[in-house]
Every structure is written in structure tokens, then in C-alpha cells.
């Protein structure tokens, strides 16, 4: 009898055994249904990320995250804490996703623990293209004409990086070449004085674009210079001559009203008064004359040099070819 229990608890142990030895040979399911023993453990620093049934889906978890981590930096000799190891399941294992692609979207939601990225980053910067103005006696002063538009140029820069969980810790330029040369942009500057001559010898009305002490000025001796005059001038005791362009007479009264309507159209040049008492408008003397042959704005010559019609009198109905010249006497 002593025997026989012998035996029987023999057979428990066993029996006992057995079952153990079966709850120790554990596996996980893979998506299509697979018995899973060897899995790939995905690591940050030997903390575990998660599980994957292959390590082609474990290299892709690991790709995704990196992608994830680094954004738009391009990065060249990249390293990184994550490790692929491989790794028999043991018992209270399991996989805990289905795939590598489900690791990386966990650890983005919750970047847990520190995931640490060093590499090369290699970007491009724009050289930003100089503006070069040269002057120019082609053009008419005032006047601007771009004869190159120019090009940036680029740079590349390389950056040693740091990206801990996502952000840039670090990041020191250790690199700098051109890679693309920029061209300037050139704009030419008129420097020639308008005298306002057209090629058939017509004048054109010159804008007064001096501010200050008009009458010294450059522009307008050059504007007044293209007419040459020798004749009898009009003056306070020459109060009726014949000018370059028919009978002279002159008169004084407030000019605020031609001034108001001469802007009207579009002129809005400057009042001042000579030193010769003559009413200037810009670099034109003020008169009036006969709006039927001489509209207003038109440039006529006079014995007090180039004249722009502001004004007209009751005197055109009996001489239309006469000037009044506005002046101070």
C-alpha cells in the first residue's frame, strides 16, 4: 500500500509539472492569427516602448517615430536612443499591439520615456538679392528704369541638433556654403535736366519737383533755357509790348481761384513769386491769353521767359493771340 501511494504521488508531481511547464509557453496572436513566441522589443534607452511580431514592423515603428520627432529638419548621420531587440515572450508578456505602425502612434501620443535624437541638420537659407542704383543721363532726372531684375542666391547650412521628445535642446551651425550666387538688381537713375523740349521742338510742361529757392535751381534754368530771347521785355514802366508771341500786357490780382482750378486738372505745382515780381507756377510764369487758340496748361513764350496758361480776360475777344502776364506791380 505504501508502495502504491509512492507511486501515486509520483505521478502528481508530474502531472503538476506538466501543467507548469504549459503556462510557461506562452504566446501572442498576430493580426492573421498567428502563434507568437519570439516578438522584437522596441526600446528608448532599455525602456520598453512596446511589442512587435516582426522586426520589419518593429524598423518601421521606429522610422515612423524618428519622422515624427524630427518634422521638416532634414537630418544626415542621424542617431538615436531606440533599440531593436530581439526577445522570447515570457510569461505575463504579451504583445501589445498588432503591429509596429500602432507602437509608433502610442509613443507620439505620450512621448514616454525620453526619446533622444542627435544628427546633422542640413538646411537652405536665401541669399537675398542687393539693389544697386546707378545714375543714368538716358533718362530724365526723376525718372527710375530696373535694367536687371536680379536673382537671391541660396546657402546651405549644416546644424549639429539635439531633439529631445520632439523639440530642438540644441542646435550650433557647424557648416556654411553657398550653393547658389545671388544677382544684384540694378536701377538706373535719370540725372538729365528736362528742359521741356519734344523732338519736333514743341514745348511739353515740365512737373516742379524742387521744394525750396525754385528759381536758383538747376531744373529750372534748364526749363526756362530752352527759350532764348533778345526782344523788348515787359516791365512796370513797359506796360505794353510785342513778345515772341504777339501784343504783352500784364496785370495783378489774386491768383488763389486759377491756382484752385489749375490743381483741378491734375497740375498742382507750387505758387512763388520772382524776384523780378513776376508770378510763377512752378517753373512756368502765370498769364492769361485766349483759351481758344491757347487752352489752359498750354506752355507759350514770352518776353519773361516760358509762360503756362492759367487765366483768360476780355481782352482775347479782341486780340486772341495777346498775353496779360500776372505779376506784383
Known amino acids: 500500500m505504501k508502495n502504491l501511494l509512492l507511486v501515486l504521488l509520483a505521478l502528481n508531481v508530474v502531472v503538476i509539472g506538466v501543467a507548469v511547464f504549459i503556462k510557461m ?67 505575463g508578456k504579451h504583445l501589445q499591439t498588432q503591429d509596429g505602425r500602432d507602437i509608433a502612434e502610442q509613443v507620439l501620443k505620450k512621448p514616454s520615456p525620453e526619446i533622444i535624437i542627435i544628427g546633422t541638420a542640413v538646411e537652405t537659407e536665401v541669399i537675398e538679392k542687393d539693389t544697386v542704383m546707378k545714375e543714368t543721363d538716358e533718362l530724365i532726372k526723376g525718372e527710375t528704369e530696373v535694367r536687371e531684375e536680379g536673382e537671391d542666391g541660396e546657402r546651405s547650412v549644416s546644424s549639429e541638433v539635439v531633439i ?33 523740349l519734344n523732338e519736333d521742338g514743341s514745348y511739353h510742361f515740365v512737373h516742379c519737383t524742387v521744394e525750396e529757392d525754385i528759381e536758383n535751381s538747376e531744373e529750372y534754368k534748364a526749363v526756362q533755357g530752352a527759350f532764348a530771347y533778345n526782344g523788348p521785355v515787359l516791365s512796370r514802366s513797359r506796360g505794353a509790348i510785342t513778345g515772341p508771341s504777339g501784343k504783352e500786357t500784364y496785370y495783378n490780382l489774386n491768383m488763389s481761384g486759377c491756382i484752385s482750378i489749375m490743381n483741378s486738372r491734375g497740375f498742382h505745382e507750387p505758387y512763388w513769386v520772382r524776384s523780378d515780381g513776376v508770378k510763377m507756377y512752378g517753373y512756368y510764369v502765370m498769364c492769361a491769353a485766349g483759351l481758344s487758340i491757347r487752352p489752359k496748361g498750354s506752355i507759350v513764350e514770352s518776353s519773361n521767359g516760358l509762360a503756362i496758361v492759367v487765366d483768360t480776360g476780355g481782352f482775347a475777344s479782341r486780340n486772341p493771340r495777346q498775353l496779360d502776364i500776372a505779376v506784383t506791380w
Open 25 to 91: 509557453d506562452t504566446y501572442a496572436l498576430s493580426p492573421d492569427g498567428k502563434h507568437i513566441n519570439i516578438a522584437y522589443a522596441v526600446k528608448a534607452d532599455g525602456h520598453l516602448l512596446g511589442y512587435t511580431p516582426s522586426r520589419d514592423e518593429a524598423e518601421e515603428a521606429v522610422k515612423d517615430i524618428i519622422d515624427e520627432y524630427v518634422g521638416d529638419i532634414v537630418l544626415t548621420e542621424g542617431k538615436t536612443n531606440l533599440d531593436i531587440q530581439y526577445e522570447r515572450l515570457k510569461y
Open 164 to 196: 529631445e521628445n520632439g523639440k530642438v535642446t540644441s542646435k550650433k551651425t557647424i557648416d556654411k556654403k553657398v550653393t547658389k550666387e545671388d544677382i544684384d538688381k540694378v536701377v538706373m537713375i535719370g540725372t538729365k535736366l528736362d528742359n521741356g
